[in-house]
Every structure is written in C-alpha cells, then in structure tokens.
C-alpha cells in the first residue's frame, strides 16, 4: 500500500513509524515544506500518561524523548507577591526540534521516507496514493482548500499571545501573574532543557493596545516584556523566534474524512495551550488512525472508523481547553481573590481537576487552601464548631452535616439547584439523605422554641460561603437551598431562589450532606462557571 503524508511534524511522523513499524512493505513518504532543522517555537509538553502511551507503542523512540526531557511534578502560581506551588503532577518538557529529530531518525530506521522542502499544493498530487495523510497544521492549505467538504469552523479568542523562550532554567511549571498600568499580562512558563524555557505571554486586547505592542516589532517588544518580567527572569533575557502576536484560533471539523484523505493534529481539531495538549493530540490521532487501520484492515472502513471513535476525546480536549481558555480571557474577574483562592482556580481551571485530585497529589497545597477557607468561615461569625443561630455543623472525616431547622419549602430552580429525584430521595447539588420527620424542641436552635422557623438556606457570596441563615435574612448571592415542598418560595434580588416557610405548616429536620463540590464552587466564586 502507497502512504503520503503531507506535513512532517510529530503527527505525521509518528503515524508514519507506527505504520511502518506494523506493516513493513507499505511505501510510506513524508513530505514537509520545511528544511530538517527548521523549527518555530521551542518546547513541547507531555504529562507522565502520555509518556507511558508512547513507551507502549514504540519503545525506541520513548527512550530517545525521555533521556532528553526536563521533568517536573510542581505548579507554581506567582500572584501578588506569593508563590502557591502545588506538587505531584507529573510533566515533562522537551524542545520542539528536539522532538522532531527524535522522530526523523526512528522513521529512517523503519524506512520512512522524507522529503524535505517540498511544498503540496494539492492533492491531485497523490492520485496514486492508497491513503492520503493531511497533517500540515493550524493553517493547513489542504484543509482550505477543500472548505465546502471539511466545513472548518474557526474561532479567534479574543485574548493576546506571544511564544517567547528564555535561558532561565526553571524548577517547575510557573504562572507569572502581573499587574501593570496597562493592565494584567500573565506568562506561562517551563523549561523544556538545560538552559532553555519556553515563555508564553499572553493578556487581553486592550492591555496589548495599551502597551503599544500593536506597533511593535520583535526587536521593540522584548526589550518591553524584559522589563515586565524583570524580577521574574532573574537577569537572563527573552528570545524571539518568529514571535508575533496572534489570537488563538479554537478550529472544528464537520468530517475529518473525504475519499482516501484524513486530517490529523492541528489541521483537524486544536486545543488551547493552556492545557499543553496540541503536540499530545496531534500524536494521539496518530496513534487512533493506526488503531482504526489495524482493526479495520481497509482504508474506507479504517478512515470512518477513525472519524467517528476518536471525535470523543477530541471534543472532550477541545471543552477543556475552551474552559481553560476562557478562565485567562477573565483574569480581571478574580483579581481581587486572595492568593490561596487564586491558585486553586487557576489549578482547577479547566474541571478537569478537581479538590479530590489536587489533595491526592498534594495534601499540602489543599490543607493550606482548607486552612484559609476555614478562616473565611469563622471570620463571618461561626465558631470553631461550625454552629451558628441555630445550625448545628459538625465535621465527621470529609463530610459536613448539617440539621437544617424549618418548613417546607419549594427548592429553588435557580443555580446550583435541581429537580429532586425521588419523593423523600436526593436532589442533586446538596444530596439530601434524611426524611421528613416532626422536629423535636431541642433542635429548633433555641430549646423549647416550637414557633416554626424560616428554612435556612446556604449560598455562595464574592467567592466564598456567604452564611447559613434563615432564607428570610439571606442577602443577594445566596443560591443553594436546602428543603422540600410546593409553597412558598421567594426569589432573591439575584433571582435565586430563597424559600420561606408558610405558618402553618408542618414543621420538619431534614439531614444534608454538605460535600466538597459546594466548598469548591464557594472557593472558585459564584461567576466562575
């Protein structure tokens, strides 16, 4: 069988090797419009996962990749002055050009066969090939030139990007976070070798306007960004390689297919780079397309079998990046948190991960983030047991329970709530697990008190727990309500729903399990997805 691959980065070449590799008498050509050492921008990350795909598909060359990585398990977030590091997850960097010599030399071994400075056009050039391998990137010619097939859909964000490496060597992953006159810029940053960190900058369109990098060239923005990142890069400089400024572009596919041609990597689908997936998934559709060919055994089945099974992961990639993405374009949002706030947000950013995820790979980090929501809370008048006018908190290993004095209510449809799913069952956000029963005199808040009381409601108010207090009382903000019924609900000045008891009616305790979901979103604040 004759392969052509149109574009030689890490997804052409790895489907070529893998190929090669499993069925030796194909002829297999790689064609790249660039030279061998040409390269733009400077490192490539992997998480462990990743490495450990590669180990399982090709021994040789995850050797070759992991005896030339920078490896890191820490995350530092650098805001206002504080670094919040958080460990154990687990990533390696390693140059671009790096990457793609790696890859050269083991499809040579297998019998690959590249050329270089060759330029495709069209297609029509491969009219004898089997299988036609379109891997030429984000500005793919192929891809555009058969638009009304593919249906691309293109979206530009609306935030500012530059790729910058430096010599400042790097002891972890960093988020430099700065306030400036012109406003907020952010660079994120790792090292990817010896001597060598990637450095991408990156704010909003208006800060970028106002530093006048809008009528800047290479030479003038350095200098700019040098003094920026002053404290930052310690005294080593910035290093441009074809770094312009650019909006990212989120592109979709209709179909990756069309005859005998498939679209891989950038072409097909791109993530975001805050998430540092693109050169991942570029070399995981490598790894589908070989699958699909292999368990298909003909290139038609293989390339429908390919469109289909691989869309999930990507599209579930692409939702994480999007959310990524969108967390930076809104840093003004949160600049007000406090450091620990900020760096959980910024680590859980993309809901991909979670509390339970952070404490797992860092106990650390979360029990300072659990130590500060804990002061928060206390601040607003809860002592050291968590009862406050009648609420009687109690901490039991990683649950709060809460016995909830009230009436009926109906609950809230506003945010954070949902339809209950059972006659005396959980509804979702709060997981109800108690049943209706008559309240005794003890649990009323006051001993004896029998008058009924207001359902107390818990919400969210400027990033943290706002209270838990009879709905009556609750200011704008709150938007959890825990109790059940059909009367009397009230909605809050935010429209949220605050229920109120009716007189009359039967009193009632209910037990409710508090998890961590709800301490996340109070951590992340209200606005925060």
């Not at 010619?141 to 979206?155: A, G, M, T």
């Not at 968590?386 to 506003?414: F, H, N, T």
């Amino acid at each position: 069988m004759k392969v052509s691959i149109v574009g030689g980065g890490p997804g052409g070449l790895y489907f070529a090797l893998l190929a090669q590799k499993a069925w030796p008498r194909w002829d297999i050509t790689v064609y790249e419009r660039n030279r061998p050492d040409d390269t733009f921008g400077f490192g490539v990350v992997f998480s462990d996962q990743t490495l450990d795909t590669f180990k399982a598909y090709d021994g040789p060359s995850y050797e070759m990749i992991r005896r030339r990585f920078a490896y890191w398990g820490d995350v530092d977030v650098v805001y206002k002055g504080r670094t919040m590091r958080s460990g154990g997850n687990g990533f390696c960097g390693c140059s671009r050009v790096a990457l793609l010599h790696i890859l050269h030399d083991r499809c040579r071994e297998l019998g690959v066969k590249l050329k270089f400075q060759h330029e495709v056009e069209d297609l029509n050039e491969f009219s004898d090939s089997d299988l036609v391998v379109i891997a030429d990137g984000i500005n793919s010619k192929l891809r555009e030139k058969d638009k009304q097939h593919f249906q691309p859909s293109v979206d530009l964000r609306p935030n500012k990007f530059t790729w910058l490496g430096s010599t400042r060597p790097l002891d972890a992953f960093k988020y430099f976070f700065r306030e400036t006159p012109e406003g907020i810029i952010l660079a994120h940053c790792y090292q990817y070798e010896e001597g060598r960190s990637t450095w991408v900058i990156e704010t909003d369109e208006a800060t970028w306007k106002n530093f006048g990098f809008d009528k800047m060239g290479e030479g003038e923005m350095l200098p700019v960004l040098e003094r920026v990142f002053a404290a930052e890069l310690e005294g080593h400089p910035l290093v441009a390689n074809r770094s312009i400024w650019r909006n990212f572009p989120t592109i979709v596919n209709q179909t990756w297919v069309m005859g005998k041609a498939v679209l891989v990597g950038d072409a097909k689908a791109t993530a975001h780079f805050s998430i540092g997936s693109g050169t991942k998934l570029a070399m995981e559709d490598a790894i589908a397309l070989y699958e699909a060919l292999k368990k298909e055994g003909e290139v038609k089945r293989a390339l429908a079998t390919y469109d289909t099974a691989r869309r999930e992961e990507v599209e579930k990639t692409q939702h994480a990046a999007n959310v990524s993405l969108a967390w930076f374009e809104h840093m003004q949002r949160y600049w007000g948190m406090a450091p620990e706030q900020f760096a959980f947000g910024v680590m859980s950013r993309s809901k991909q991960i979670t509390w339970e995820n952070l404490e797992l790979r860092d106990p650390r980090f979360i029990h300072e983030i659990h130590k500060w929501f804990a002061q928060q809370v206390k601040a607003q008048g809860f002592d050291g047991e968590g009862r406050k006018r009648g609420l009687d908190l109690s901490v039991r290993d990683d649950e709060r329970r809460a016995r909830v004095a009230g009436k009926r209510v109906r609950p809230a449809q506003g945010l954070g709530q949902s339809k209950p799913r059972g006659e005396a069952g959980a509804c979702e956000p709060c997981r109800h697990v108690g049943k209706e029963r008559p309240l005794a005199a003890e649990e009323m808040g006051h001993a004896g008190d029998l008058e009924p009381k207001p359902v107390i409601a818990v919400g969210v108010q400027g990033g943290a727990i706002a209270a838990r207090r009879p709905a009556g009382e609750v200011e704008k903000g709150v938007f959890i309500l825990f109790g059940r019924g059909r009367q009397g609900e009230k909605m809050g000045a935010d429209g949220a729903g605050i229920g109120e008891a009716e007189a009359g009616e039967e009193t009632f305790a209910e037990t409710c399990r508090i998890d961590r979901s709800e301490q996340e979103s109070a951590l992340l604040g209200a606005d925060n997805g």
